[in-house]
């Protein structure tokens, strides 16, 4: 559900949104008592976000988020019921505010969000960046990013013969530095490269502590990706569009 409020360049949103997700999983589809597990997920988001004019060239890009997410799990191991992941409900609160400058050729953004986890307190991110109008069709972009993940129930709370998640798990929170090169080479194609550094801390990943023995969720430190994005896209007219991405 969306609904928008434009007054003279000045933009409201409104969104809300509600998404239904099952899973059944089985370690041996031949004998489906030996593991089982069934997982109903919702998660209902509302969002609003806007774009508010202040005396030129200043202008505030805005965001306010509430989340709920929840899990109802059962299973089966060995022939007997089990909880599976079990019964749990998380909220999350983000607020996202982003001043900028547009000097011309030239915008300059920085700002922050603020992020309130009902099971992890609360998390301060940073945002900012610089675009470069090179040309009317190519613009030069450098973004630095701050993220923050919450673990999945999986992550946390998942226990089978072969798997065991752990609920020990920090946040993950990721660092970025991008830089992007946006061309519309008419008005039908358009292209976008990326390349970009990413430090994430608290990275969680599946490890075996011994050959042969279980998955554990562990968190194995500070993990560093870089890497390149192209997308190349192409509109004929409003209702055709294709488009190539490489990553």
Request: zero cysteines; hydrophobic letters at 35%.
């Amino acid at each position: 559900l969306k609904y928008a409020i434009d007054d003279e360049g000045d933009v409201i949103r409104a969104t809300a949104s509600t998404r239904l997700f099952r899973d059944d999983y089985l370690l041996s589809e031949r004998s489906p008592s030996v593991y089982r597990n069934r997982h109903r997920t919702i998660t209902s988001a509302v969002m609003m976000d806007g774009l508010r004019h202040l005396p030129s060239p200043v202008a505030l890009r805005w965001r306010l988020l509430a989340e709920d997410e929840r899990i109802d799990s059962s299973g089966i191991h060995g022939g007997a019921p089990t909880a599976g992941l079990g019964q749990h409900d998380r909220q999350r609160l983000g607020a996202t505010l982003l001043p900028e400058v547009d000097l011309g050729d030239l915008t300059l953004h920085a700002g922050g969000q603020v992020l309130m986890f009902s099971d992890s307190g609360v998390g301060l991110l940073a945002l900012g960046g610089v675009e470069w109008r090179l040309t009317p069709g190519q613009t030069l972009a450098l973004s630095y990013t701050e993220t923050a993940r919450q673990p999945s129930f999986t992550e946390l709370d998942y226990a089978s013969p072969t798997s065991l998640g752990n609920r020990g798990l920090d946040n993950e929170m990721s660092h970025e530095l991008g830089l992007s090169l946006a061309s519309a080479w008419s008005a039908e194609v358009h292209t976008r490269i990326v390349v970009y550094r990413r430090e994430t801390d608290n990275t969680t990943d599946w490890i075996r502590a011994a050959p042969g023995g279980r998955w554990l969720a562990t968190d194995v430190g500070t993990v560093v990706t870089t890497g390149a994005e192209m997308e190349a896209t192409w509109a004929p007219n409003e209702r055709v569009t294709g488009s190539l991405t490489y990553a």
